[in-house]
């Protein structure tokens, strides 16, 4: 980071710590740790532009990517080879992994693209090891499996830390707030939700850091941290899940123990032995239903229905992304489709491209032909 911009940032930290917390500052505070965003945001942009050198050259394939991230010798090779039976070399010292290494799951007819990352350091989101490549790939995937030694729970915090003063909000769906934006007027607040965390003198300030006039509508309970996000452009929203790798070197006594801090702590995980493949089939089992798919079952016209080779979507997609999935040509020559299962209201309902599909519906598309 620029040594100005580390200087500034750290001049503001001083004066929040330094300021009394009551309802007569807490807009102060608020404005104040939006102008760190912003120069914490200046900075990455700064960095971004003065890049030398290439970063991870990664291809993403199937039907959606998963990185896994970890210390050094937490086993993440091990598990991408039990999982996938790629070649992602072991060994029991650390930084074995230094590029990354690509393998795939297969499940449930869906293609699941997993990559080892090489080994997270403390610092890795000031560069140490090669942390802003680690980092950079990461905002490129559709979910992040953090792996942590059972005997080595602390480095979890570490992680989580890094990621999130990097913009990645793991597990948080970004606010919903509308901005209009006006070319006078200031800045009006509405909300159609109580706000228990925010007020209009409080938002007013965060908001003037990134806004000069604008209608602002909150449509959720958010706090400032919240709110600050949203007006980031470099927040990226990921779902995650951690595996507790190991677990067959404690006791359960030991490892009930682990799980309570874990929970406590952090919430939910999954425990694993990469090494004994004890808790993958449930580790990848969540990571399907982490990942939101639904399967479709295809009925050409005038054929069976082909249960055995879905088209596989995610919860939310339409007609149009199905045909989009297909082949660019059944957007442009689509007529109508068919719907028979949990989105239809009747087999063989007749539905245009913004239906929404749901998880084993069977689905007929039917094209204009030259």
Known sequence: MDSSIKEQIKAIEEEIFNT???????????????????????????????????????????????????FPSVGKSTLLNRLTGADSKVGNYDFTT????????????????????????????????????????????????????VLQINHLSIILKELYDVGLRLNQKKPDVVITKKTQGGIVVNSTKKLNFLNENLI????????????????????????????????????????????????????????????EKWGSFIPISAETQEGLDQLVENIFSCLKFIRIFMKPVGKKIDFNQPLILREGNTVE???????????????????????????SQKVGLKHELKDQDILTLVIWKK
């Open 98 to 149: 230094l590029d990354v290494i690509p393998g795939t799951i297969k499940y449930k007819g869906a293609d699941i693209q997993i990559l080892d990352l090489p080994g997270f350091i403390e610092g890795a989101s000031e560069g140490k090891g090669r942390g802003r490549e680690i980092l950079s790939a990461i905002r490129n995937v559709d979910l992040l499996l953090v792996m942590v030694d």
């Open 20 to 70: 009394q917390k009551n309802k007569a500052t807490e807009h102060h505070i608020g404005k104040l740790k939006a102008k760190i965003a912003k120069l914490k945001e200046q900075a990455e942009k700064k960095k971004s532009s003065q890049k030398k050198g290439k970063g991870f050259s990664i291809k993403k394939s199937g039907d959606a990517t998963v990185g896994i991230i970890g």
């Open 204 to 263: 007013k300030s965060i908001a003037s850091e990134f806004l000069i006039n604008a209608d602002i509508t909150i449509r959720e309970d958010i706090n400032e941290d919240q709110l600050i996000d949203f007006f980031s452009d470099n927040r990226i929203y990921l779902p995650s899940i951690v595996a507790l790798n190991k677990m067959d070197l404690v006791t359960s006594e030991e490892l009930n123990k682990i799980s309570n801090t874990i929970k």
């Open 321 to 347: 992304d199905a045909c989009k999935k297909i082949h660019r040509d059944f957007r442009r020559k689509f007529r109508y489709a068919t719907i028979s299962g949990p989105s239809a209201k009747h087999d």
